[in-house]
């Protein structure tokens, strides 16, 4: 078995092996990992077949590992440790001070064999979004939910680094460039209190970030739940923020999974009472 770096001819390789696993993601999700990170991403071989992957994303000094996939029939053979071997290598070699993932109780013992220790749990929510009646966009508080535009990424990418505590520029420009009418912003006084970004998955649509002050997060969640109502939603939502769980609850979504968030190296202390739903696994 040896491990190169991954093409885009593999994205074939990932829609296989997400598909596996249920994964919701795109081909889309695949690329935007290869145009944000093009040297972090890697595939295992044997005897000439494609077998595995392991991807990581770097924003600044803290790096998120992601996509960590292996073909169910060379499961438990070391491979998948191998790959983030792999990977924590290349961003040891970068001088990565901050390594994070978000992982499945069963990935959980890997992890820890490899230094990682958990900071907190997330539960993804996921059901059909009932569409509300009452307040839409426009209604009630004294802000307003509009579409996110272009010249709002300052904002967005400040509130985002202080609730992260991670400089992810390059990501949320990604996001809000590739698809701005789908993005959402929460106003008073034309000030940003709160966004919501989101995009389409292969289940469901996945809605994080969000985040924002108690009144844009539940604003931004009654938008969604106008603008995705009868759809089917992800949400990944931090367990201690009993407002958003009770919140998420009050539409109807039920715990699919929880993951565990891990950090290897120097610890970082999100702004949980702002991180309503996050990115997901791939991102935080």
Not at 18 to 27: A, D, H, M, V
Not at 175 to 185: C, Q, T, Y
Request: charged share 25%; hydrophobic share 40%; proline share 5%.
């Amino acid at each position: 078995m040896h491990i190169r770096q991954m093409i885009l001819d593999d994205v074939a390789l990932g829609m296989r092996l997400k598909s596996q696993n249920g994964w919701n993601q795109l081909e889309a999700d695949w690329r935007r990992q290869m145009d944000l990170e093009p040297d972090g991403c890697f595939v295992a071989e044997l005897a000439g077949q494609s077998i595995g992957t392991a991807c990581a994303c770097v924003f600044g000094d803290i790096a998120w590992i992601n996509l960590v996939l292996v073909d169910q029939p060379h499961r438990g053979q070391g491979i998948g440790t191998a790959l983030l071997q792999q990977v924590v290598q290349f961003l040891d070699e970068r001088g990565i001070a901050t390594i994070r993932l978000d992982a499945t109780p069963l990935g959980q013992p890997v992890y820890e064999k490899l230094g990682f220790t958990g900071d907190f749990t997330l539960a993804r929510y996921e059901g059909t979004l009932p569409s509300p009646p009452g307040r839409g966009a426009g209604g009630g508080g004294a802000g307003r939910v509009e579409t996110l535009a272009t010249k709002d990424l300052p904002a967005v990418i400040e509130l985002d680094e202080a609730v992260t505590k991670a400089r992810r520029e390059k990501l949320l420009h990604h996001l809000v460039e590739a698809a701005p009418d789908l993005m959402r912003k929460y106003v008073v006084a034309d000030r940003l209190e709160g966004y919501c970004l989101c995009r389409p998955g292969a289940h469901a649509w996945q809605l994080g970030p969000l985040q924002g002050s108690p009144e844009a997060g539940r604003r931004l969640l009654d938008d969604s739940a106008h603008r995705f109502g009868g759809q089917r939603v992800y949400l990944d939502v931090p367990t201690e923020h009993a407002d958003a769980v009770a919140a998420v609850q009050s539409l109807g979504l039920t715990v699919q999974r929880s993951f565990l968030r891990m950090t290897r190296g120097r610890r970082i202390s999100e702004n949980l009472e702002l991180l309503w739903s996050s990115f997901g696994p791939e991102k935080g």
